[in-house]
């Protein structure tokens, strides 16, 4: 294919995903290098509020924006070098916690307590999913043919449930007394609380996740099973293979690609993890990578907002995506260096 | 005393007016406004749009939305609801106008209490107040014979009774919930003890007795709260307490007419309200008082001004209050108080009375600031001292990115 | 022969060990749902009340007289089974009869779309005036025995004007699905029948931006979209729009966001399809372009579809893009969902947010039971090879 048609072909892709994604990308990376703050003034402000029935006034130093000529506060742009990722990974706390030997202390910053669950929560969920998915799959292909239909129908909805309120149906199963922890208080005699400690929300949080993904897997490897080659398989059988290995030298195999896939995509899903956080209301204990980009973000009530750390902390959550993501990266370069044309 | 002037007075207006008026004028101007979306912003708003041409937008995303909203030019809004933590962005941009003409011209019917004055000049016009403060069961109180608490030294006294009586599942609730509200849970102790949150150069200044003294009260709690209690916001408590497990919590004054909603609650005339209780005694009640109101934005006509104004006031007008008297505690003229806004009422009329929640740009910095570091304390991770030195960390961290220290 | 078959047979043991995970699994991925969709036809005392049997019986709903007897459960649940029999069975059928082939898609949405009003009408219109008039005569098995309120469900699609949320979502998401699909399968086609290494390079890049996480993009658009009327008055003069609040703007934002994930599995299905097709027609005589219009376009639909369905999934379900960048009017329903969530909440405001919840959940229910089949095949056909 010549160049100038393939441009045609990927042209109004490359232009949208430059405009919306590849733009605010190098904007948000020249943030992370920069500060910019309005240029603020001391005044002697007097403020009336209402009480009940009378005013009650305050005078009061306030720190507060410079406006310009044009109606617009002044703000001044400085280059800081890496101050920002030194705000966002307090290396000096970290050093200081590996010294005297208390590790533990490092998970107090909020960089590293938020990439410790990340992680880990990438990592544990995605077996978790593969497996599932993988089984389900399984059991679905040996139902009966009746059958399939309605239980791929059921097994899809986890997945095309909205997240917003999948993670809410779920949170309220366990919070307080919620059915389910009044059914697990009813067996075991003691009372629980789902939501007091850290280990049991993540827990509900690994659970919701693979819950959700789970179906995803499963479909895309039950479709990969219905182009299981027969012949191999009857072949494998004539070989003496029991079920175990055929399914381990001949089903997982042809599975690769999709198992590859799913890996891939279940990387980049989990490693923003946000919705978990909100949903179960995990901030007290387990915070997540975009969690903490995003509470940069949001103004509190005086309209302050982090950019600068936000920024950076967004750029850090970029390389541990890419580091992630060489494993199967290398594997399309080799597919791409090997397939088509 | 109070409460008997007041009714008089509600009652007086109340034969004022005659009949019901939906608006009093016909608005021809395209007028948009922008707020929150709870009970009381509803009633305003749809007596707004009784003037024909109102557009209102009630946004749970409006404290990201308004200031830049506002700032555009023209504004994408005329009319904004702020309470006075979100007006503070709004008056730091300039992009909110002066009202002493039109108040002159259209507000004669407003009470000199509604009237935000930021130096001598009116740039908002408050329609209701709103607090934390105590609300307890009566039945169980008075079963075991506890006076009404005024400190959190009787709270927690009388909370071990309770506990030990064993007759109810949680004897304290509290809007703990990590993040703002816990946050908001040592805004009203520190003051409480006596104790700032900034030195005059802006630096911080939590690391004192009065900050020790303030994380104790609130880790005593703990022991009478629900173990999930961080992550309680201030729905979860009130369900609580109207399924009948709570004894006694310190609540939002706007939470109060759901303990008496026949389809919700199980305590139903049940639940009493109090001043909010004191961190020492003698001292002012451990609590913020916040209004409600409304601004016009800057970048908009002079005639769009004033027709959003007059629309403004006329969602603010007798009518609406008298038809939503329960929804809030309300400073527009025709309100009658009920009982369930006693303990608002006694918090803000209280000697000394309750601070105004402190809105400044730094205190938005020490909020959030407040809010990511406290749990940990909490659940036990850090120790109280500890937990000082990191909310000033993260605040000196903050405030050297938004300009506030050098 | 017979050998193989009898090896490829399973031991009792596993095929039940199968199935029963199998039963297990279906529980727990339908569970919450099915707990939500009860909680939401209960009174708010019932719905969140601690024991599950209150929750499931309604002793408050059923005090306040409203529910089910024994036979409305009966006579519902064997109409509920045969309409969902049907459309498994005979729905697609019809579909196939009456659409023509190039259309078969849009035939699929408004059987979709026919079955979906015809069943309403039947199940909420028709079945409760035939049971009401029943109930009334048959004395001890017509008296309510399992609390039962449609109130949510009013207030939320009578009082709060859902259906307008409906509309707008139903705009923003087929806008979605159109545009990314249409701009998504032209560089698919390119990106898979290009050998070259700047394809390589766009799909990483591609790949890099899928990772983003999108609460940084969106938080960036927001300043710009509310001042591009001033931004851009010096090149459209007085007719540049501001684009917060616009539809097409959020389609736009949303079709970049889902364009990596959309490339990635159309390139891959594109391979899947013998590069010999499009070669022969070029033979012919034939560009590049009439090549993909006249010999892959008609080869391409289910990948197409699969491919679709998650774009219409992510702009269905989205809350983060929509809830900042449009305006109230033109909200859609997901953000207008969590609106009931806010700071100043009470049980009823819950509970009729659990009943739009539902109520949003039920189109994806007929999206998924109709294009079911063709995600499968679509999937099969190659849409996912890594």
Redesign the interface.
């Known amino acids: 294919?010549k160049?100038k048609?393939?441009a045609?072909?990927?042209g109004?892709?490359?232009f949208?995903?430059i405009?919306?994604?590849?733009l605010?990308?190098i904007?948000?990376f020249i943030q992370s290098f920069q500060?910019t703050?309005?240029?603020?003034q001391n005044l002697e402000?007097?403020?009336?509020?209402?009480?009940?029935?009378?005013?009650?006034?305050?005078t009061e130093?306030?720190?507060?924006?410079v406006?310009g000529e044009d109606?617009?506060?002044v703000t001044t742009t400085e280059w800081t070098g890496l101050q920002?990722y030194r705000?966002v990974l307090q290396m000096d706390k970290v050093w200081e916690a590996v010294s005297a030997g208390r590790l533990g202390d490092i998970l107090?910053i909020?960089f590293w307590k938020a990439l410790r669950f990340t992680l880990m929560f990438t990592l544990v969920t995605l077996p978790l999913v593969i497996g599932v998915g993988l089984?389900?799959a399984?059991?679905?292909n040996?139902?009966a043919k009746a059958l399939r239909?309605?239980?791929?129908?059921?097994?899809?909805?986890?997945?095309?449930?909205?997240?917003?309120?999948?993670s809410?149906?779920?949170y309220?199963?366990f919070?307080?007394?919620?059915?389910l922890t009044?059914?697990m208080e009813s067996w075991s005699g003691t009372?629980i609380?789902?939501?007091?400690?850290?280990w049991t929300i993540e827990l509900l949080m690994y659970f919701y996740r693979v819950?959700h993904v789970a179906?995803f897997a499963f479909?895309?490897f039950?479709?990969?099973l219905?182009?299981v080659n027969m012949d191999t398989l009857?072949s494998a059988?004539?070989d003496g293979a029991n079920?175990w290995e055929r399914l381990r030298h001949v089903i997982i195999p042809h599975l690769m690609?999709?198992i590859?896939?799913i890996a891939?995509?279940h990387l980049?899903d989990c490693?923003?993890v946000?919705d978990e956080i909100i949903g179960f209301?995990?901030?007290?204990?387990v915070i997540s990578?975009?969690w903490l980009?995003?509470?940069f973000?949001?103004?509190?009530?005086?309209?302050?907002r982090?950019i600068?750390?936000?920024?950076a902390s967004?750029m850090l959550?970029?390389i541990g995506?890419?580091f992630l993501?060489i494993w199967p990266?290398r594997?399309?370069?080799k597919?791409?260096k090997g397939?088509?044309? | 005393m109070?409460l008997k002037k007041?009714a008089l007075a509600g009652a007086v207006s109340l034969m004022g007016t005659g009949a019901y008026a939906a608006c009093a004028f016909e608005n021809t101007v395209e007028i948009k406004s922008l707020s929150a979306g709870f009970e009381a912003w509803k009633a305003v708003t749809d007596a707004m749009s009784e003037c024909g041409n109102v557009q209102a937008e009630l946004d749970q995303e409006f404290?990201?939305k308004q200031?830049a909203a506002f700032?555009a030019n023209p504004s994408l809004y005329h009319i904004g609801g702020v309470?006075?933590?979100?007006v503070?962005?709004l008056?730091?941009?300039?992009t909110i106008r002066p009202l002493d003409d039109l108040v002159a011209k259209y507000g004669g019917h407003l009470q000199?209490?509604?009237?935000?004055?930021?130096?001598?000049k009116i740039m908002a016009v408050?329609m209701m107040?709103n607090t934390q403060h105590l609300m307890y069961r009566e039945d169980i109180l008075s079963d075991l014979g506890i006076a009404t608490p005024t400190t959190w030294d009787e709270v927690y006294a009388a909370a071990a009774k309770i506990k030990e009586a064993g007759v109810a599942e949680v004897p304290l609730g509290a809007t703990m919930?990590?993040?703002w509200n816990?946050a908001q849970e040592m805004v009203n102790m520190l003051p409480g003890h006596g104790g700032k949150f900034f030195n005059?150069d802006?630096t911080p200044a939590v690391n004192s007795d009065e900050g020790m003294a303030a994380l104790a009260t609130l880790k005593a709690a703990l022991e009478f709260t629900?173990?999930?209690v961080?992550?309680s916001d201030s729905t979860?408590v009130q369900q609580?307490f109207q399924q009948g497990k709570i004894a006694m919590a310190n609540l939002w004054a706007s939470r109060a007419g759901a303990m008496n909603d026949e389809a919700e609650s199980q305590v139903v005339g049940k639940v009493k309200m109090a001043a909010a209780p004191m961190a020492v005694a003698g001292g002012a009640p451990a609590t913020t008082?916040w209004?409600d109101g409304i601004v016009i934005a800057?970048?908009i006509t002079d005639e769009e001004a004033d027709a959003a104004f007059r629309v403004a006031m006329e969602g603010l007008d007798e009518e609406m209050v008298k038809a939503n008297n329960d929804a809030a505690i309300w400073?527009v003229k025709g309100y009658v108080p009920g009982p369930l806004a006693e303990g608002?009422?006694a918090t803000?009329?209280a000697n000394p009375?309750a601070p105004?929640y402190p809105?400044?740009?730094?205190?938005?910095?020490m909020?959030?600031a407040l809010g990511?570091e406290l749990?940990?304390f909490?659940?036990g991770?850090?120790d109280a001292a500890a937990t000082l030195v990191?909310i000033e960390e993260a605040y000196i961290?903050?405030a050297k990115?938004?300009?506030?220290l050098e | 022969m017979s050998?193989?078959s009898r090896?490829?047979r399973?031991p009792f043991g596993?095929?039940f060990a199968?199935?029963a995970?199998?039963a297990f699994?279906?529980l727990?991925?339908?569970f919450?749902?099915v707990?939500?969709a009860v909680?939401s036809i209960k009174s708010p005392r019932d719905a969140f009340a601690?024991?599950?049997w209150d929750?499931i019986v309604g002793p408050a709903t059923l005090a306040r007289g409203e529910g089910l007897s024994i036979l409305d459960i009966v006579l519902g649940l064997v109409v509920l089974y045969f309409a969902?029999r049907w459309a498994?069975t005979r729905l697609p059928g019809l579909v196939m009869q009456y659409s023509p082939p190039s259309l078969i898609v849009l035939g699929w949405l408004v059987g979709a779309a026919v079955y979906a009003l015809v069943f309403l009408l039947v199940f909420f219109g028709l079945l409760p005036l035939i049971l009401g008039a029943l109930n009334s005569v048959l004395g001890p098995l017509g008296e309510p025995v399992l609390g039962l309120t449609t109130q949510h469900y009013v207030a939320v699609w009578g009082e709060n004007e859902f259906y307008r949320n409906f509309l707008n979502s139903l705009f923003v998401t087929a806008g979605v699905v159109t545009v990314s699909l249409t701009?998504?399968t032209?560089?698919g086609?390119?990106?898979?029948?290009?050998?070259?290494d700047?394809?390589?390079w766009?799909?990483?890049?591609?790949?890099?931006?899928?990772?983003?996480?999108?609460?940084?993009?969106v938080?960036?658009?927001l300043p710009w979209f509310i001042n591009s009327a001033e931004i851009l008055r010096p090149i459209f003069g007085d007719l540049s729009p501001t684009l917060y609040g616009q539809p097409w703007a959020v389609i736009?934002?949303m079709?970049?966001?889902n364009?990596?994930?959309t490339?990635w599995m159309l390139r891959s299905f594109f391979?899947n399809i013998p590069?010999e097709l499009d070669e022969a027609a070029r033979v012919d005589g034939c560009?590049?372009?009439q090549a993909f219009r006249r010999v892959i376009m008609p080869v391409m639909w289910p990948g197409v579809i699969t491919t679709g369905l998650f774009a219409f999934?992510l702009a269905?379900?989205d809350?983060l893009v929509t809830s900042l960048l449009l305006d109230a009017q033109n909200q859609t329903m997901?953000p207008a969902?969590?609106g009931y969530f806010n700071r100043e909440t009470t049980t009823t405001d819950q509970v009729e947010a659990v009943a739009a919840?539902v109520s949003?959940?039920a189109p994806?229910?007929l999206?998924?039971?109709v294009f079911?089949r063709q995600?499968?095949?679509?999937?099969?056909a190659g849409a996912?090879?890594?």
């Not at chain 1, 405009?19 to 590849?22: D, G």
Request: glycine share 6%; proline share 6%.
């Open positions: 294919m160049f048609t393939f045609a072909f990927v109004p892709s490359v949208m995903m405009l919306f994604i590849a605010p990308l904007s948000v500060i703050q309005p240029v603020m402000v007097e403020t009336c509020t209402p009480g009940f029935l009378t005013q009650t006034c305050v130093l306030k720190t507060v924006p406006i109606g617009k506060t920002s705000n107090q909020d089984l389900i399984l059991t679905v040996n139902a239909g309605p239980v791929i129908f059921v097994s899809l909805l986890p997945f095309i449930i909205t997240p917003v309120i999948g809410l149906s779920i309220w199963l919070v307080g007394d919620g059915i009044a059914m009372n609380s789902m939501f007091a400690q850290a819950w179906p479909v895309i039950y479709a990969g219905q182009t009857e059988i004539i079920r690609p999709l590859v896939f891939l995509i980049m490693y923003r946000f209301r995990s901030q007290a204990h990578l975009q980009t995003v509470d973000l949001t103004p509190d009530d005086a309209g302050n982090a600068s750390r936000a920024a967004a959550t970029m995506i890419v993501l990266l594997r399309t370069w597919d791409h397939g088509a044309h | 109070m007041l404290r990201t200031p700032e309470s006075n933590g979100t503070t962005p008056l730091n941009a300039g000199p209490n509604q009237l935000i004055k930021i130096d001598g408050a107040v919930k990590s993040g816990l005059d802006n629900d173990p999930e961080l992550v979860y609580q008082l209004w800057k970048n400073l608002a009422i803000a009329t009375p105004a809105s400044t740009t730094r205190m938005g910095l909020h959030t990511n749990p940990a909490l659940t991770d850090r990191a961290t903050a990115e938004a300009g506030v | 050998s193989v090896a490829l399973q596993l095929r199968s199935g995970f199998l699994w279906c727990l991925a339908a919450p749902i707990w939500i909680m601690s024991s599950p929750v969902i498994f701009v998504g032209l560089a086609y390119g990106l898979a029948r290009s050998g070259s700047l394809a390589f766009l799909l990483i890049a591609a790949l890099v931006f899928r990772a983003l996480p999108h609460s940084v993009l938080a960036g658009y736009a934002v079709v970049s966001i364009q990596p994930f490339i391979q590069s560009s590049h372009f999934l269905y379900n809350f997901v969902i969590a919840a949003i959940t994806l229910f999206l998924v039971m079911q995600i499968v095949s679509g999937l099969t996912v090879k890594g």
